[in-house]
């Protein structure tokens, strides 16, 4: 099954930083030069940006290429964009023990904004319908997670089978790969994985595409082993301080992703998911007071 081709809008600084952790140590270092000093690469050479970050002029060309830019040129127009949009500084800045309850409110509330906004730059709408397509098509889907990913994946779950659709779930390591090699041409498996190189989604998607099922994931980093194991990737955007680990604001991106598939798909069959609500309706009314 080929890979689907993601072009990847705007967000350039989150998607830099997605890319980072996976990046060969030269053009990682292009990159945290670049996260560090972006204002400044907008008025420098590709010379100088070589000589800042110390690596040679063919290893930014090298790191253009990989993060999904056309060119040098190209990233320093990312750049500038990030530079014309609405967000407040606040929005990056990390939490400290010095802060307040109100600092505190302020910070984390803008740094879930922020992860929004820059999930929504990066999101490729053509892997949307990607997904919603071979959700909505597949006889089953298998939804796994493991660690702090599995509440999102159990959300997932929940939200889909309102729908009507077919799906199960697996948040141990053992079952999710069991399952997996039960699946068949047709069924699906959505993996969901900040880091994407946590090693029993990535071997679980590998035997659910050896048995012909297609593979959608739900990452932070476009170049994790999860993203390259899949053939369609949704790409989430967070940045995480030291007191702020990835079950926090990165779920918030999970969740919305969530959301938009629960609604595309939702869209896909109108007359199914008014039908599945209307009896999830009738049953749920007797639990309430």
Do not use: W
């Not at 204002?39 to 070589?50: P, Y």
């Not at 969530?258 to 869209?267: I, K, T």
Request: charged share 20%; net charge positive; hydrophobic share 45%.
């Amino acid at each position: 099954m080929s890979k689907t081709t993601t072009k990847q809008p705007g967000g350039a600084i989150a998607r830099i930083r997605g890319l980072a952790p996976s990046l060969l140590p030269a053009e990682k270092k292009v990159a945290l030069y670049v996260m560090k000093n972006a204002d400044d690469v907008l008025a420098q050479s590709i010379g100088e940006v070589a000589a800042g970050a110390e690596v040679s002029e063919a290893t930014i060309i090298r790191f253009c290429r990989t993060a999904k830019f056309s060119g040098f040129a190209n990233m320093k127009i990312a750049l500038a964009r990030e530079f014309v949009t609405p967000l407040a500084s606040t929005l990056h800045e990390d939490i400290t023990e010095k802060d307040n309850s109100a600092t505190l409110a302020r910070k984390v509330f803008g740094a879930n904004i922020n992860t929004l906004q820059e999930t929504l730059s990066v999101l490729d709408p053509v892997a949307v319908e990607d997904a919603t397509r071979h959700i909505n098509g597949a006889g089953k889907t298998l939804i796994i997670g493991v660690g702090t990913s599995a509440p999102i994946a159990l959300e997932a779950y929940s939200k889909f089978m309102r729908l009507g659709l077919t799906v199960t779930l697996q948040s141990d390591a053992h079952l999710m790969m069991m399952e997996a090699a039960l699946l068949k041409k047709g069924d699906a498996v959505l993996a969901i994985s900040h880091s994407g190189a946590t090693i029993d989604p990535v071997e679980t998607v590998k035997v659910a595409r050896s048995a012909g099922a297609s593979a959608i994931a739900i990452t932070n980093n476009l170049l994790s082993p999860l993203a390259k194991a899949c053939n369609i990737t949704l790409v989430t955007a967070s940045k995480e301080t030291k007191f702020r680990a990835e079950a926090l604001s990165s779920r918030i991106a999970q969740s919305s992703i969530l959301d938009l598939l629960y609604v595309s798909l939702g869209l896909k069959n109108q007359k199914r998911a008014l039908v599945c609500a209307q009896k999830i309706e009738d049953v749920i009314t007797i639990k309430q007071y």
